[in-house]
């Protein structure tokens, strides 16, 4: 694909360390939404497959809150979490009456609920040196805010080799551009991604720059950290019919009210 020059520009928006700002989230909500559309049939088999057919979903990671409306549809009281606010307004908007709270990862509230759902690699996004201890503490808390037997479902992006990654992506849409380069540094193990978009605005372009870091997992790391938190773990390839990427994998964890072992801390950074 020819990316087309923009007419011009107005001043680019500074980088901060806004995460999903205005231009990167519409963007997200336009031109990249069909992963989450054919995620939510699977997602939701998923669910009821373990008996859940009734209560509250916390949707992590809810983006413009496509998961969390066809959750509700059929009957979940659902809870939608992003820590854009941009992605939280895009929420609103599409589904106003829903129900929506812009918090990230560490200062996140968890509510009682029979299931919890991230989609879109949401848990391998970090800013912090230790993202394993973050997520290995989210696992807790996960836990703890689960009923009995409840579940964890999420996919998430594990180890890659050099020669396996785009170092140069870009996409166009009738009104904007997106422009990603992107490394892996400690033995694959971390992805950063430099974000820059493009979105029309009258007739002018307006720039804006992010930087995306990623935390990358192998499943035999994130299994035993699971179990040692008292769930029992399977893995998958795809939400049902909907299969993912290349190293990508789909995690169900349910909830194990009395573990017959002792839980072990197992750490996940290495």
């Known amino acids: 694909m020819t990316l ?14 806004s995460f999903y700002g205005t231009d990167v989230s519409y963007i997200h909500d336009r031109g990249f939404s069909r992963f989450v559309d054919g995620c939510c049939a699977g997602l939701l ?3 009821q ?7 509250r979903i916390v949707d992590l990671g809810c983006g413009g809150g ?25 929420a609103r908007q599409r589904w106003p009456q829903g129900k929506f709270r812009r918090a990230s990862l560490e200062d996140l509230p968890l509510p009682e609920c029979q299931a919890i759902t991230a989609l879109g690699e949401t848990l391998n996004y970090t800013r912090t040196v ?5 997520l290995s503490r989210f696992f807790a808390r996960a836990h703890r805010a689960l009923t009995p037997n409840g579940l964890l479902i999420f996919d998430i992006r594990e180890p890659l080799n050099r020669g396996e990654l785009a170092s140069k992506q870009q996409w166009q849409g009738e ?10 540094t400690r033995r694959g193990r971390t992805l950063t991604r430099h974000v820059t978009s493009f979105r029309q605005l009258g007739k002018l372009y307006r720039r804006e720059d992010e ?10 790391e994130l299994v035993a950290s699971l179990r040692a938190r008292g769930f029992r773990v399977r893995t998958r390839r795809s939400y049902g019919t909907y299969r993912l990427h290349d190293h990508r994998l789909v995690v169900v964890a349910k909830k194990v009210a009395n573990p017959r072992s002792p839980r072990v801390f197992v750490p996940l950074d290495r």
């Open 4 to 17: 087309l020059p923009p007419l011009s520009l107005q001043q680019p928006i500074p980088l901060s360390d």
């Open 45 to 47: 088999q998923l669910v």
């Open 49 to 55: 497959q373990q008996g859940i057919n009734r209560g």
């Open 66 to 90: 496509i998961s969390t409306e066809a959750l509700a549809d059929v009957g979940f009281e659902t809870l939608g979490i992003d820590q854009s606010a941009a992605m939280i307004k895009l």
């Open 130 to 134: 230790h993202p394993g201890r973050r």
């Open 175 to 184: 009104d904007w551009a997106c422009l990603v380069r992107q490394g892996l």
């Open 211 to 220: 930087i995306h870091v990623q935390h990358l997992y192998s499943k035999s």
